[in-house]
């Protein structure tokens, strides 16, 4: 039985964060980091039933095409996904009267819609990537037992070239799920390994009172490529995400608006008309086959 510090929740029974019950969610969930992007998808949805939020959790559940989908902001940031996938996969997988994990294991399926920004100068601004891998700098997964899911060659390799400082949290690769990824890739979308940051300014390398610790940082990165890899964008959500759902047993991937490219300086002129596009064909192509 699980005691009430680990499995935290309200008064109404629902879970201490996302302020969810079991039946509010769908197996298919999409997430994203923005508040304002829940809407934004659920507005595809021909019929909402459920809509709650707590913080910056807001939840809407709904059909369309007759398949059950969840929207869920997550906020910005790995230790927001450590949240939002622990108690997700709590709703799915644990008992709440019995605070037991049940006999019967519930798969999600979890798709990020995210934006991000480029590092090499061949992917445009409004192109789509998928994070085939996700390269996290976030430390998140040291935290669990993670033997098995991640590339340690690919890291080393990185670790070298970059001159890596030992005060950093090593960084780790974790593939997406295979069975996801095929679902959602076409030649629309870019496939790609995405680095995970643990913050918006200094760790993706911008520079504006404060100095970095390594100012050349992001052009290591662009030069990178280990058996045919290289890094080709940076955003804060994937690897944590990658790595929680695959040690739950849950699919993920995560989807990329580029409305940054970092080596040329530019950014998307309407980021918001590029998103509902990658929304769009992410609805499409989760609600059909």
Known sequence: MLEASELILNADKSIYHLNLLPEDISD???VVGDQNRVAQVSSYFDTIEIKKSKREFITHTGVLHGKRITVLSTGIGADNIDIVLNELDALANIDFITRTVKKEF???KI???GTSGAIQPDIPVDSFVLSEYAFGFDGVLHFYKNEGIVNDDFSKAFVDHVDWSTKK??????KSDDDLRAKLVSNRIRLGVTVTNSGFYGPQGRKLRLDLQDPDFNH???SFTHEGMQITNLEMESSALYGLSKLLG????SLNCIIANRVLGEFSQNPRKTIDHLIEYTLQRLTTG
Not at 169 to 174: A, E, F, G, S
Not at 250 to 253: L, M, N, S
């Open 250 to 253: 849950h699919q993920a991937v």
């Open 169 to 174: 949290p090593w960084p780790y690769l974790v």
């Open 220 to 222: 290591k990165m662009q």
């Open 111 to 113: 798709v990020r819609i």
């Open 106 to 108: 519930t798969r999600l």
């Open 28 to 30: 298919i969930i999409i």
